[in-house]
């Protein structure tokens, strides 16, 4: 199947006009009349995932994250996005990066239902018109009230996470949740707009959490790339199911950072 084709196949659902506008989500590299055999998908392009999409012969490879977010004057090996670009292209392997098109319109139900939130809401509204509309994150009533400590494990245990932070008194009881993945500090007000008692997220600074918490937001921060691998088995099961010709492969998980 012909790269565009694909393509054309992934935008059905997440189209590129319901990206935030500051963003560069589509094909970054690459030729659309590439035939592509193999899809390898990952969070982001680094130099272990494109060496692992080079390894496995990948024709096409998909991230969340662009690896090119603005414009660039010259493509050189002595920039290591510049390098990225030169193996992508000398390996003909063609690139996609699909991103807050897809927060918006998949990985925002997506990590709700990894909370099991029910009576979901999104928490910020990007797009609307008539009676449809799409946004940023969700909220809605945990499976059970829990203290802020009992919320944390449950979001370690569905994330299958190392760690998260917590910010507020452990004790505190929350029945209400909001998730933004990634990087919410922007969407604190909306948080509290929606009356949430505990703030699932990613890249918390440390004024946002604490001044979160003096307003009444329990915080947890999952971590940028603890809330959004899940980006890439979601992904992979659905082009299997839409492009059943199609081989795909997910770079391993790999948390970027440990605790010690």
Request: glycine share 6%.
């Amino acid at each position: 199947m012909k790269c565009k084709e694909i393509l054309k196949k992934i935008e059905e659902n997440y189209p590129l006009e319901r990206a935030e506008s500051w963003d560069n989500p589509g094909l970054l590299v690459g030729n659309q009349e590439q035939e592509v055999k193999k899809i390898f998908l990952a969070l982001d392009v680094t130099d272990e995932t494109l060496e692992a999409a080079v390894q496995t012969e990948a024709d096409l490879m998909i991230t969340h994250h662009p690896l090119i977010f603005s414009g660039m004057k010259k493509i050189t090996t002595e920039d290591f996005i510049g390098r990225r670009v030169i193996k992508l292209i000398e390996n003909q392997i063609s690139y996609y990066a699909m991103h807050t098109n897809f927060d918006i319109m998949g990985m925002a139900e997506l990590s709700a239902d990894y909370l099991q939130l029910s009576e979901r809401k999104i928490l910020e509204t990007t797009y609307e018109e008539g009676t449809e509309k799409e946004g940023l994150g969700r909220y809605g009533q945990l499976p059970e009230t829990m203290t802020l400590e009992e919320c944390a494990g449950f979001v370690k245990q569905q994330f299958q996470l190392p760690f998260v932070k917590v910010y507020g008194n452990p004790k505190t009881r929350v029945s209400r949740a909001a998730i933004c993945t990634g990087s919410g500090k922007s969407l604190i007000k909306a948080v509290l707009k929606s009356q949430a008692e505990v703030y699932i997220t990613g890249d918390m600074d440390y004024h946002s959490a604490i001044d979160a918490v003096a307003q009444g937001i329990c915080v947890i921060d999952a971590g940028h790339y603890g809330t959004e691998y899940i980006f890439m088995e979601y992904m992979k099961e659905e082009l299997q199911r839409r492009i059943p010709e199609a081989e795909v492969e997910t770079m391993p998980v790999v948390h970027p950072c440990k605790v010690v």
